[in-house]
Every structure is written in structure tokens, then in C-alpha cells.
């Protein structure tokens, strides 16, 4: 595991890599490094470790998904740790059942659905990376994200081997 002050990355083992094999992933045409995270709808799902159980046969962690859909949250200034030149906040709205903790989420990516309300004919291709949860706030009912454009140049840094696909040219540019 690589940790920096903000994330830790961890090499995923050989198994869990071979079993990835044929998958489809997330790609930078899926990620938009947008500045305007003050409005619109997102979605995000995390792994709340209150709802998980590490299989030490299976060398395994496995958790139960807490899907979360929100609206940018209106009042930045009652977060704490704050910068709105490289963060942005999700109106902390769960869905029940809930864990107590949500301790376990960070890391995850933060999908802006659309500028403003889902419409009928809403397609699930204009969905983008915009963020990485990096911060919960309950008391002002917020989860704070870091935005992709700060998060590649550290990705870039901490390990060197993604670079060449972190260097390509991403959409918004």
C-alpha cells in the first residue's frame, strides 16, 4: 500500500487481477475535469466497512454497496476543511436501511449524472467521473469530494506506471 496524506492505494493481489480479466472499466473518455461542481445531481457508491467481513481463507474483504444519488450541496461554508478551488460537496442524503459510520466510502468515485434535474430520457452515457469522496461532514449534512483534476497529478506522482494513461488528453481539457 502507497499512502499519501489524502488516499491510500493499495496493488490489487495477482488473483484479484486475474478474476478482473474481461471486465469492463471506467476510461478517461468516462471522467471530466469540469470546474462547475456547484449544481446538478450525482451519484456515488461506497463500501461501508460497518457492513462488511474480511474472509481471511479467501483473502477477501466483502461488503454490502451503499449507492448514494444527491444533489451538490448548497452550503459550503458550513463544511470544515473546505477549498472550493479543489473540492466539492454532495448533499448527505442516505437511503435507509443505513450504516451508523460511513467510514470505509472514501475513495469512491463521484458520478456528476447531469447539470440539473434527470429528465425522462436521461442515458446513463452522460454520466462522468468528477470527483473522489475524500471526506464525510454529518453535522452539515455533507460528503466533500476531491475533483479529478487535483487527483491525477498526485496519482501521477505516487505511482509513476499509470502515467502514460493519466497523460492522455481528457475530455474538457
Known amino acids: ?13 495477482a488473483d484479484t487481477v486475474r478474476r478482473l480479466r474481461g471486465k469492463s472499466f471506467a476510461n478517461r473518455t468516462d471522467v471530466s475535469i469540469e470546474t462547475d461542481l456547484t449544481s446538478g445531481v450525482y ?5 461501508p466497512r460497518e457492513w462488511g467481513a474480511f474472509d481471511k481463507a479467501g483473502r477477501q474483504f466483502e461488503s454490502q454497496p451503499l449507492p448514494c444519488i444527491a444533489s ?3 452550503r459550503v461554508n458550513d463544511i470544515g476543511v473546505f477549498d472550493p478551488r479543489l473540492h466539492m460537496a454532495i448533499e448527505l442524503d442516505l437511503p435507509n436501511p443505513h450504516p451508523t459510520s ?5 475513495g469512491c468515485s ?20 468528477v470527483a473522489v469522496q475524500t471526506g464525510i461532514f454529518q453535522k452539515a449534512g455533507a460528503i466533500k469530494a476531491t475533483q479529478w483534476r487535483h487527483v491525477i497529478p ?20
Do not use: C, Y
Open 102 to 106: 460511513l467510514a470505509g466510502i472514501s
Open 43 to 47: 451519484f456515488l457508491v461506497g463500501f
Open 72 to 74: 451538490a450541496h448548497p
Open 110 to 129: 463521484v458520478w456528476k449524472l447531469s447539470d440539473g434535474p434527470l429528465k425522462n430520457d436521461w442515458n446513463p452515457s452522460e454520466a462522468r467521473i
Open 1 to 13: 500500500m502507497v499512502t499519501t496524506s489524502m488516499w491510500p492505494l493499495w496493488q490489487l493481489h
Open 154 to 173: 498526485v496519482l501521477m506522482q505516487l505511482v509513476p506506471e499509470l502515467r502514460p494513461g493519466l497523460n492522455l488528453q481528457l475530455p474538457g481539457e
